[in-house]
C-alpha cells in the first residue's frame, strides 16, 4: 500500500502561485501514473491533474490547464504542482495518489489517501 505525504499549501492572494509536492513510498513510484486531485468544502474531490511513469504524458482538467504544472522527480519519489495565477476557487484540499496502472485513466478509485494539504486563495 502506498504512503502519500502532501505539502505546500498555504494562504495566497489571486494571482499568486504555489508549489505542492507529494511524497510517496510503499510502493515502486516510478512504474506509475501519479495524479493530484482537490476537494472544495461542500464538494466532491476532483480530478486535477495526472501524469504519467516518464512525465512525457500529463493530463489535466479543463479548469486548470494553462495555469498548472505536473512534474515528478522518480529519483526522489516525489510529484509536484506548479499552481500559477491562482483564483479563488482553486481554494481546496489538495490531495495526490498514486494509481495502480501506468497508463491514465478516468474515474479510477482509490483505497486510501493521504491527509492532503489546504490551499486558500483570497480575492
Known amino acids: 500500500q502506498v504512503q502519500l505525504a502532501e505539502s505546500g499549501g498555504g494562504l495566497v492572494q489571486a494571482g499568486g502561485s504555489l508549489r505542492l509536492s507529494c511524497a510517496a513510498s510503499?510502493?515502486?513510484?516510478?512504474?506509475?501514473?501519479m495524479g493530484w486531485f482537490r476537494q472544495a468544502p461542500g464538494k466532491e474531490r476532483e480530478f486535477v491533474a495526472a501524469?504519467?511513469?516518464?512525465?512525457?504524458?500529463?493530463y489535466y482538467a479543463d479548469s486548470v490547464r494553462g495555469r498548472f504544472t505536473i512534474s515528478r522527480d522518480n529519483a526522489k519519489n516525489t510529484v509536484f504542482l506548479q499552481m500559477n495565477s491562482l483564483k479563488p476557487e482553486d481554494t481546496a484540499v489538495y490531495y495526490c495518489?498514486?494509481?495502480?496502472?501506468?497508463?491514465?485513466?478516468?474515474?479510477?478509485?482509490?483505497?486510501?489517501w493521504g491527509q492532503g494539504t489546504q490551499v486558500t486563495v483570497s480575492a
Open positions: 495518489n498514486q494509481y495502480t496502472t501506468t497508463y491514465y485513466y478516468t474515474g479510477a478509485n482509490f483505497g486510501s
Open positions: 510503499g510502493r515502486t513510484f516510478s512504474n506509475y501514473v
Open positions: 501524469i504519467n511513469w516518464s512525465g512525457g504524458n500529463k
